[in-house]
């Protein structure tokens, strides 16, 4: 099938192989010189707009950037299933009682349990990689594109970017239908006498309440990714290697090395995992893999052909993906300039960052936050992004770029502290939610531009959590309820916040999460007092008011349910 664009005319598919077809100007059918008439790449998903550079370079006889995704068969559910129901109770920084699957946990029972079910994620993560790996291979030889599509099978990607001339997409769509899903746009690059590092920290609370209680970060693996190499010898770096692994690839850079730099100045004993931002890079994991296990990643990078737009594209799917099948917790830019958050900020199970200023409690302009058309709430939180002087060296930088590893930073000593938080993105969502202060000083829960607002250490040391993670078929009751007791036993202003994971293939199929859970609140006497009940989310989040102590019933309700595993936390948080 050919759609032409003007007078120039570009292959997007083969009608054997349903690859992917043209749309246009009319419901069925395409017509290029028909007046307004616009090119788009339909996948089985939905539609992605096509910018016009890119159209530019489909031109017949040039070179497109495209990313190839793997027809590959469905991952064991079982695979990447917690089985299991758990919570944790802390006041004051300590750990009160926990408990897995009814056996009480202390701090170390919690790691230990998260040492453990790591391995099993890693186990089918390796079986996966070494799946795709033969896929890649059977493709490049198939195309002739062996040696271009080596890095993809050695790394075991699930998605690669690659350039191709139009002779080679007529192949791949004759010829290799069966090994690939879906062809998309390639990923775009990231971005490109302030306030002292001193000043953030204090901001948050890290210098004066976690650095003096010795949560640094320790036994925490931070994944970062950016464009370039980092600058190993840079004023701001701790280049020890049991602070830093630096996997190959990019050119040395100052942007990388400032984000780097960011997350040791906020998790200075955190393990940190850096690697250049390539074919799709930040949506996998480094290999091979280091001895301290990943738990958060970062990422300063954002995928620009789309900036005008707010679709859920294919990263999004991948990195919502990531995060249900490893449960390392992520958090990404919402990006600047352009008001729209950029893929893969859109993704639901990611936590998107916006910047703000710390001296003038101001989110600047360049900050993004509308919502993606998904009706996801973006971003979630921000940290410090705006005139920061990371070292001498690097005064004065702008950017979510910058707020994003510090959020990060901020994720891993609470995970050093809280050991319950590892490996339960879920968990940490709603914790980080409950736990935000406010920029914007309207009244609200939230707001467009700051989220829920920005972290503080002081405030995330009490509370309650709940989670749990297992099948389709678990937990919820007949009646599509799960319900939890919980004693309030102080009047006054509570902030509750239920979070869950999503599968990436069905929101990039319909456009919506594939559960819709609502959250009610009862108080002793039976009696309603709060509910949440949005459609779009995979957060609901409400401020309860206790006029009365006793047990408050915490109703989950599950509305709507379209598959997916149930990966489920809720907390709650006295104000």
């Keep these: 099938m050919k759609c032409n664009v003007g007078s120039r005319s570009w292959i ?11 749309s246009g100007g009319e419901a069925n059918g395409f017509d290029a010189d028909k007046p307004g008439a616009d090119a788009t790449v339909v996948n089985r998903a ?14 017949l006889g040039a070179i497109a950037k495209l990313r190839l995704r793997l027809r590959e068969a469905p991952p064991a559910v079982a695979e990447f299933t917690g089985g299991e129901v758990g919570h944790a109770s802390f006041e004051n920084g300590a750990l009160v009682d926990g408990a897995i699957d009814g056996v009480p946990m202390d701090r170390e029972g919690f790691l230990q349990a998260a040492l453990s079910f790591g391995a099993k994620l ?15 291979e059977d493709l490049g030889r198939r195309l002739g594109l062996e040696s271009r599509l080596a890095s993809a099978a050695r790394a075991g990607l699930a998605s690669a970017n690659l350039e191709l001339t139009l002779a080679e997409l007529r192949a791949l769509a004759k010829n290799a239908s069966d090994l690939v899903s879906e062809v998309d746009l390639g990923d775009g690059e990231g971005e490109t006498g302030g306030i002292s590092m001193t000043d953030v920290l204090n901001e948050l609370r890290v210098n004066d ?5 010795g949560w640094k970060g320790s036994g925490v693996g931070v994944f970062v990714t950016d464009m370039g190499a980092v600058k190993t010898n840079a004023d701001c770096i701790n280049s020890s290697s049991s602070r830093l692994r630096i996997y190959p690839g990019g050119s ?16 200075p004993e955190a393990k940190v995992m850096y690697q250049h931002s390539t074919a799709n890079a930040g949506s996998v994991l480094p290999s091979p893999a280091d001895s301290v296990p990943i738990y958060v990643s970062s990422q300063s990078v954002s995928y620009d052909l789309e900036q005008l737009t707010r679709h ?15 449960r390392i917790a992520h958090f990404q830019l919402s990006n600047n300039q352009h008001g729209n958050v950029r893929t893969p900020g859109i993704a639901y199970n990611v936590l998107t960052v916006g910047a703000y200023n710390t001296a003038t409690d101001t989110v600047p302009d360049f900050s993004n936050w509308n919502d993606p058309e998904t009706g996801a709430f973006k ?7 705006d005139n920061l002087d990371i070292s001498p060296t690097y005064l004065g930088k702008n950017g979510t770029s910058y707020a994003t590893p510090i959020a990060a930073g901020f994720a891993a000593d609470l995970m050093e502290q809280f050991t319950w938080l590892r490996l339960r993105p879920q968990v940490l969502a709603s914790y980080l939610i409950v736990n935000g202060i406010r920029i914007n000083s309207d009244g609200g829960m939230a707001g467009a531009r700051d989220g829920y607002g920005r972290p503080d250490y002081s405030v995330a040391q009490s509370g309650k959590a709940y989670w749990w ?11 599509g309820n799960i319900d939890v007791t919980y004693n309030l036993g102080v009047t006054g202003n509570y902030r509750v916040a239920l979070s869950w994971l999503v599968g990436g293939d069905f929101v990039l199929a319909n456009n919506r999460p594939n559960q819709n859970l609502d959250l009610h609140v009862f108080n002793p006497s039976g009696v309603q007092v709060a509910a949440s009940t949005t459609v779009t989310q995979t957060h609901e989040v409400l401020n309860v008011v206790a006029t009365q102590t006793g047990n408050y019933k915490f109703r989950i309700r599950r509305v709507s349910n379209e598959g997916g595993n149930n990966v489920i936390a809720l907390v709650i948080r006295r104000r």
């Design 12 to 22: 997007v598919g083969a009608v054997a192989g349903n690859l992917f077809a043209c």
């Design 46 to 59: 939905g539609v992605v707009e096509i910018a016009e550079g890119a159209r530019e370079a489909m031109a």
């Design 122 to 136: 890693d186990a089918y993560g390796q079986q996966a990689r070494l799946a795709r790996a033969k896929l890649w």
């Design 209 to 213: 309440v976690a650095f003096p209680a």
């Design 252 to 267: 040395p850079a100052d942007h990388p090395t400032q984000v780097v730099c960011l997350v040791q100045k906020t998790a």
């Design 312 to 326: 859920y594209r294919s990263a999004d799917r991948d990195f919502d993906n990531r995060t249900l099948t490893t």
């Design 379 to 385: 971003p979630e939180l921000v940290a410090p992004g």
């Design 469 to 479: 993670d297992g099948t389709n078929g678990q937990f919820f009751d007949a009646s």
